[in-house]
Structures are given as C-alpha cells and as structure tokens.
C-alpha cells in the first residue's frame, strides 16, 4: 500500500490456498533423518522487548500489499481461488464472485499448498507424497503438465528470484532449485523435523524455518546456502499449552514429534514493522514472537486452540490467526501484539490455510476436517460462505494478491 494505518485429533499438524484502497474496517466484537548440518542454539531465555530503533530501522514490510496495489503480472491474472484437496489428490478452483467451484482437476498424491511463483507468472501445487510439482498458468486457471520434484511439501524463493526452496519435510532437507527449471542446485540438511513453513526478516537477509516435530526453528541466511542456528522451544513454558502427553494420546502426526518436543511451530510471518518474526504453535496454541534482530524468544500470544495459520490484513494493522481445533480467527494487533477480538465459525470448523482478497474485503480459509472452505467479511469477522469441496483441503490460494513478488507459501507476498 502506498500508506500503512498504523473430526481429527489436535494432534494433525501441517504434515498425514482490484479495488480502490478501502478505509481499514473495525474490528468486529467478538462472538459466540538425514545428514545433520552444523548449527548453534540460541538461548531460550526471553528477551525484553526493545524499541524498533534498536533492533532494526522502522520500515512498512507489507507497504506494497495494500488493498488494490496488484503488480502488472498479477493483473492479467483470473481472480480464482484454488484448493488443494490433501486427501482427494485434486485442486478445485473457486470463483470468488459467484462462491461455486468452477473446475476440478487431479494432481499428484497429498497436495498441499498452492503457491505464487517470485515473479508471479505460474503457480505451483506441492504434491509432497506425489513427489511433484504441477504449474498453473493463472491467466487461464489451467494445469500443466507436473515437474518431478522429491517431496514437495511446501516452497519458498530467495529473494532475488533465482531459486526456489522446496521444503522437503520428511526428507529433512531444504532443496535449493532453479526457479525457473526446478533444477537442483543444492540440498541443505535441517537439523530438525518437520520442516514446513518460513519468512523472512525485512532486510531479506534471513530466513526463519519453523519444525513442527522437533519444536524448534532454523535460521538460515538469506540465500539458503547454510544453518547459522537453532531455536529450541521445548524449554519455554507458555500458558494453556496442550500437554504431550494429551497430544499422543489422541494419535494423528504428532505421533511424529521428536523425543522432548512440546511444541509444534506452523506457520511463519513477519510484523508489519519488520521487527518480530511470528510462528502459529498449533500445540501451544498461540503465537511464538521471535525477536527479528536478535533471533531470539520475546514472548507468547496466547490465541486459541489448534494455532496455525497467520495472515496481515490488507492496512497491516491487524492479523488474522487460524486456530484450526478450536474453529476460530484471532484478530491480533499489528502493532502490540495483542488479541483484541475472536471470530467463531457457527456449529464450529477446522479453519486451516488460505489468505486475504485483494481488496482486503475477505479472508479465505480452508477447512481441513470439514470438507468446505469458510469466507469471512472481515468488516464484521462473520463468516459468509461455507463452500463445500473434496476431502483434506489445505493450502489454499487467493490470486491475484497484491506486491511486487512472492517469497512463496499461499501468498508471503513483498
């Protein structure tokens, strides 16, 4: 924007989507294992909160992802929304004036996100289990023909555009490739497991790497060549945590978690004012903060059961927080990092992976249990529309979206 305003178990984790600029809308009120690879750890020890001068220069990290501010690519773009069917091995494709699905077409086995390419020309489904990549040309909303990728599971680009980073999961390893061939140039082992969701610092300098089973981030340089440390969460106690205990009991993949591991890192996003790097914790239920200078704990949100997916609002004064067990969004301020209010989904849902319109009007987001899609007006947070689709829904994708480029995952967009 040219200015910023200010069922299953618990234990399912990631692994088994043009307007003039609007005034910012009020907020609703609430209602009803490889090679290792040599790394240091940080301490866990919290870090007082400092002002943003101390820990980097005030910037606006989303000031070209305001509502209306679509990049000429994104513009010859069809507005669809497209949905990973995790468990149908199938992509629906949504039309987001009408609310009906348009098109279904299959993919490789397990896709899970779908994911805007850095310079926002294709459009990637992940078929991590299906080992491939399938293109879509977002003029037209069609598949190509897929590109054969070990493991796909999520993917990422370094921010000159050159390569892609596939986060290849169960394989413990981020492979660096071609962004345009999907050549492999480099695979970069990660000490940890459950590698799935990342951001970046401001400066595009650094990379923050959450592991949903061993409960801990990596941090990588920008350019993904090497680990330069590890974040350990498992010794940080936070309030209204899922015990593991409680969590293996109910089965699922945290059957998966590394022995000691407490927490379950998902996704990844950078505050508005580029200072804190924030992480979902679907067994902690809240938000890690993550000081963005220093690389080091801050402090916890609590938001609500099952925390998992993290979207900045078109204005950058909010974002939204899924909380997939417990069938809510958290509304969080952008700037204190507080919750200021809950939306609930009627009758309760499993609101997962997705994104904001471009206008900023609407949130998406897939049901991961429930087989439907939940559209929100984010003026009122009520949900709108329940979109029935196919089992397993997932990454879901909202495009266009507004900025320059694409750092990957359903739209990090810069």
């Keep these: 924007m040219t200015t910023l305003v200010g069922a299953l178990s618990l234990a399912a984790g990631c692994s088994p989507g043009t307007a003039p600029a609007p005034t910012a809308p009020p907020l609703a009120t609430a209602t009803t294992d490889g090679p290792r690879a040599s790394a240091t750890t940080t301490s866990a020890t919290p ?6 001068a101390s820990t980097t220069t005030t910037v606006d990290v989303y000031d070209h992802t305001g509502a209306g501010d679509v990049a000429p690519e994104a513009l010859r773009a069809k507005h669809l929304v497209y949905v990973p069917n995790q468990l149908a091995n199938t992509v629906q494709v949504i039309d987001p004036t009408t609310y009906r699905v348009v098109r279904t077409f299959s993919v490789s086995q397990s896709p899970e996100h779908v994911v805007p390419s850095h310079d926002l020309h294709t459009l990637w489904v992940n078929s991590d289990a299906g080992n491939a990549l399938t293109p879509i040309d977002p003029r037209t909303g069609k598949a190509g023909r897929p590109v054969a990728v070990a493991d796909p599971y999520n993917l990422y680009f370094t921010p000159d555009g050159r390569y892609a980073l596939v986060m290849a999961e ?7 490739r071609d962004a345009q061939t999907m050549k492999l140039v480099r695979s970069v082992p990660i000490p940890c497991a459950g590698i799935n969701h990342a951001d970046y610092t401001a400066d ?10 061993s409960g801990k981030f990596a941090v990588l340089d920008g350019e993904a060549t090497r680990v330069i440390s590890m974040i350990n969460l498992n010794t940080i106690a936070t309030p209204g945590a899922t015990p593991r205990a409680e969590a293996l009991a109910m089965g699922g993949p945290a059957k998966g978690l590394a022995k000691g591991a407490n927490a379950m890192p998902q996704d990844v996003r950078l505050s508005p004012d580029g200072r804190w790097l924030l992480s979902a914790d679907m067994l902690r239920n809240g938000v890690w903060v993550i000081d963005a200078h220093t690389m080091k704990y801050s402090r916890f949100i609590p938001t609500g059961k099952g925390a998992h997916g993290l979207y900045p609002s078109r204005d950058a004064s909010r974002i939204y927080v899924s909380n997939r067990m417990e069938g ?3 509304v969080v301020d952008a700037t204190t990092l507080t919750p200021v209010t809950k939306w609930l989904i009627p009758g309760g849902g499993s609101p997962d992976m997705g994104g904001v319109t471009a206008d900023g009007s609407e949130l998406w987001l897939s049901g991961r249990y429930n087989s439907e899609v939940y559209v929100f007006d984010t003026r009122t947070g009520k949900v709108t529309h329940r979109i029935p689709v196919r089992p397993g829904p997932h990454g879901l994708l909202v495009w266009p979206q507004p900025g320059r480029f694409s750092l990957g995952h359903t739209g990090n967009m810069r």
Excluded: G, H, K, N
């Design 47 to 52: 870090t007082t909160p400092t002002p943003a």
């Design 204 to 213: 595009l300098s650094r990379l923050l790497v959450s592991c949903e089973f």
């Design 328 to 330: 809510s969004i958290s």
């Design 170 to 176: 169960r394989l413990r390893r981020i492979d660096v």
